[in-house]
């Protein structure tokens, strides 16, 4: 199926992840009591001071503890005390290392942890924390000997990214829900730049109820990673739901990435791409409005004998009908902009719910498809959908509903059982057939012309247009008549279907008796009683557009069961004829399968109202030449 790309003017919410580094907080050096106390055995002391950085929303720094290794080994532990100012001072031996960690208490003991297992200390999931990374500060400094004159500072560095949302540019912007995906489940505390093997990732989620604007921050915190790591938002826009997608290459500790939710005004082309992230610039993430809006099978509820080609969009439908649910996916809620073949047999009504799932954002509509009428033919509906920040439509779904296995459309009258239409040719579908929606006579009424059928010379299948002239006229398809006219190379009638005989015509319409006027009532051949209506539909044929045709037929109903089975009077042409004029209008012949007895000359029937039109017709049995033109009604074998 091709699908033509577009570019369409629009208003879409667009996102925008601004990260910067966190600026280190300013070294501090003031002179007082050490909270440290002195070490015994004589070892050289050096003073250092700590600062470090209070996580959002909270008031103070989280439990800090200090690691000092000598040789290799841990030599002490110890907590530490900061003051209002976030800063704290130890005295450490001289010649040793420093590890400082805050926000996470790791199991060692003194004597006996070495230092090479502890640089490899990693943090994960925390029970505190289920829905985020822990937030964790750590440092290490290197001690050297007495020699080193002054106090030593070392500056906490997180541990984690944060991750915040900012959606205070535009009040019609609210945030129902934030999702991050594929974080990293474990950090290391100290080895920055390396990262643990074991691949484990997890998943974040805040929802916001009720929906909320403005800016969040602090919303997750997120282990480093080289690897993607993709933040999905699900807002509403001025009450539409949108789904907006972003994928950061990789995670820094010690960064602020910010989501900023803008409405960007502009006009885009209908395929995104999101451009890489690099140091000190920006990623823009959209609705991904480049993957089409396609059909959830999750989400749809189909009837037995409706089937879905999901990847191309294709709804088919039996003939029976069907009621059901479409769901449609997409990075927003969809629209229907309109409808293409779109009958009264089809009802499409949108249902105000929309949901999302890992799939987009779905919407539904409700489908009601009507049964098939017999002798109605398969036919095709285009549901053109949109989304509702687009200004035209760029994608659609194809109903396809099956022809009426009754496929030609047949009445039971005079003990045989009859076309609905004259004939045009073997092929079914050369044949007329009601519209969907409609019914036989609507067809007679709306479509006079294409009712009418054909013409044939008896015994042979070549297919004349009754509105246009031909010279020569005789046997343009090059056959000989077939007699008696029976065989499939020559008949003029679908598979299954052959000419009426004489007797089957008479006893449709009987000759009266004393006279050869078509009465208003009579009883056919089999004894049904039969009312007779002369229709005149009013206006000229639109296949001739000849002042002195008229769209006129016979309408015969039987009385008991209310079928009908209606004749137009669609005229004939003489031998040889090649004029364009059949005179529509003015009377109704009809060829039978058998020749007369005279040579050169086949039986036909006739109900014949004159150029006068009189209010009954004359009903005859009439020889015509062969190469005659007349229609058919073909009955089922």
Not at 489 to 501: A, D, I, Q, V
């Amino acid at each position: 199926m091709t699908r033509v790309k577009s570019i369409f003017p629009f208003a879409i919410l667009t996102m925008m992840l601004l990260f910067e580094s966190c600026t280190r907080m300013e070294e501090v050096s003031e002179n007082g009591k050490h909270d440290s106390p002195p070490y015994a055995g004589g070892l050289k002391q050096q003073t250092v001071t700590v600062n470090g950085f209070v996580p959002v929303n909270q008031e103070q720094i989280p439990a800090t503890t200090a690691y000092i290794f000598r040789d290799g080994v841990l030599y002490k532990e110890l907590q530490v005390n900061f003051d209002r100012t976030n800063t704290a001072r130890l005295s450490v031996p001289s010649l040793s290392r420093l590890y400082l960690l805050s926000g996470y208490a790791a199991t060692v003991q003194e004597g006996a942890t070495l230092e090479s297992d502890f640089m490899d200390l990693s943090i994960g999931q925390s029970s505190q924390h289920p829905n985020s990374a822990p937030y964790f500060l750590s440092s290490h400094l290197e001690i050297g000997d007495a020699s080193q004159t002054g106090n030593l500072k070392v500056g906490l560095k997180r541990g984690v990214a944060r991750i915040d949302i900012d959606a205070s540019s535009d009040a019609k912007t609210l945030i129902e829900r934030v999702v991050v995906e594929n974080a990293p489940a474990t950090g290391y505390a100290f080895k920055e730049g390396s990262y643990p093997q074991d691949g484990t990732s997890c998943m974040y989620s805040k929802d916001f109820s009720p929906a909320t604007g403005g800016r969040q921050e602090g919303l997750f915190y997120v282990y480093p990673t080289p690897h993607p790591v993709r933040i999905t938002i699900d807002a509403t826009y001025d009450g539409v739901p949108v789904r907006l997608y972003l994928k950061l290459p990789g995670v820094d500790r010690n960064t602020i990435y910010t989501a900023k939710v803008l409405n960007a005004g502009a006009t885009l082309e209908s395929t995104f791409e999101i451009l890489p992230w690099l140091d000190g610039s920006s990623v823009d993430g959209n609705p991904d409005l480049s993957k089409r809006i396609r059909l959830s099978a999750a989400q749809c509820t189909l009837p037995a004998g409706v089937t879905v080609d999901y990847d191309n969009g294709i709804v088919n439908v039996p003939e029976s009908g069907a009621n059901m649910t479409l769901a449609f996916v997409a990075a927003s809620a969809v629209q229907m902009s309109s409808v293409e073949g779109q009958t009264p047999d089809v009802v499409i009504r949108p249902l105000p719910d929309n949901i999302r799932t890992d799939e987009g954002v779905v919407s539904f509509f409700e489908v009601e498809v009507a049964p098939q009428g017999k002798g109605s033919l398969a036919y095709n509906v285009m549901m053109h959908m949109k989304s509702p920040l687009l200004t035209q439509s760029y994608d659609y779904v194809e109903m396809r509903v099956e022809k009426s296995k009754n496929q030609i459309e047949t009445v039971r009258m005079a003990g045989a059982e009859w076309m609905a239409f004259n004939t045009w040719g073997r092929e079914l579908e050369d044949q007329t057939y009601p519209s969907a929606g409609y019914d036989v006579e609507h067809m007679y009424r709306e479509n006079w012309s294409a009712c009418a059928g054909g013409f044939y010379q008896w015994g042979r299948l070549y297919t004349y247009i009754p509105w246009k002239g031909y010279n020569p006229s005789n046997n343009l398809g090059g056959q000989a008549q077939d007699i008696p006219w029976e065989h499939d190379t020559h008949m003029p009638c679908p598979e299954g279907y052959r000419l009426p005989t004489v007797k089957e015509l008479e006893s449709l319409i009987p000759i009266p008796a004393g006279t050869d006027r078509l009465p208003d009532n009579y009883t056919n051949g089999v004894g049904e009683p039969i009312e007779v209506t002369l229709v005149d539909n009013g206006k000229i044929p639109s296949a001739t557009n000849n002042p002195n045709h008229v769209e006129r037929y016979i309408k015969l109903t039987n009385q008991n069961t209310g079928e009908y089975l209606i004749l137009p009077l669609a005229g004939s042409k003489g031998d040889k004829v090649t004029h364009n004029n059949p005179e529509f209008g003015l009377r109704m012949v009809l060829w039978s399968d058998s020749e007369s007895p005279t040579g050169g000359y086949a039986w036909s029937h006739k109900v014949d109202y004159g150029k006068t039109i009189n209010t009954s017709g004359a009903v005859r049995k009439e020889q015509l030449q062969k190469e005659a033109f007349a229609p058919v009604r073909c009955v089922k074998k």
